[in-house]
């Protein structure tokens, strides 16, 4: 019996630890949750507004547009001060050698002041050749106002090469009040066409 006995307080003796050991890792002290700090996701506050590319390279042949992925050759972003452009196209109607060209630009105001107008420019270049073509200033007035996003498109017809390629890039953004944004670096192509310079003023 007394042998018996001990037998059974060595189990009810396990159980007891076992129970304790269970109690601390289930509801042991909170703090001990802090020894393993998980990784917070970053919060990544304008930084559209403050590296925005303010360019887009096209490939135009015919009817067809496609976006080139240019190749910086000197760093293409700038504190673009409260906008972002979100992405363009380019729409060829023409026939033949006369080219209507229509470019839509998609603009994000992530500032506080509403935009008015939107100014770009398409620098075309003969692909055959290389040579720069043509130079042309597009322009429209929208009220795109704070956390939007909208378009702006404009339109020109003119001879133009059967392949293009276009520089697209924003050369001015009005307020509805304050000074406009115009960038401090200007954009050019290089002559291989896939490069992009952009150097202050």
């Not at 196209?89 to 008015?116: M, P, Q, Y």
Request: one cysteine or more; glycine letters at 6%; aromatic letters at 8%.
């Amino acid at each position: 019996m007394l042998l018996r006995g001990v037998k059974q307080m060595k189990v009810w003796s396990l159980h007891v630890m076992f129970a304790g050991a269970f109690t601390l890792i289930c509801f042991g002290p909170s703090h001990s949750l802090d020894r393993i700090p998980f990784p917070q996701p970053a919060i990544l506050q304008n930084a559209q507004t403050e590296n925005s590319p303010i360019f887009r390279l096209f490939r135009l042949e015919g009817t067809y547009s496609e976006e080139l992925a240019a190749s910086p050759k000197s760093p293409n972003t700038q504190n673009s001060s409260g906008f972002s452009l979100v992405s363009a196209r380019l729409e060829n109607d023409g026939i033949g050698a006369l080219a209507k060209v229509r470019s839509t630009l998609t603009i994000a105001n992530e500032g506080s002041r509403r935009i008015t107008e939107v100014e770009w420019q398409l620098d075309i270049f003969d692909a055959s050749i290389g040579n720069a073509s043509n130079s042309v200033a597009q322009s429209e007035k929208k009220n795109i106002y704070s956390g939007e996003t909208a378009n702006v498109s404009a339109r020109f017809g003119a001879v133009l090469p059967d392949r293009m390629v276009i520089l697209l890039q924003i050369t001015r953004i009005s307020f509805v009040e304050g000074p406009p944004w115009s960038p401090s670096k200007e954009c050019s192509l290089e002559p291989d066409l896939k490069t992009v310079t952009c150097e202050s003023k």
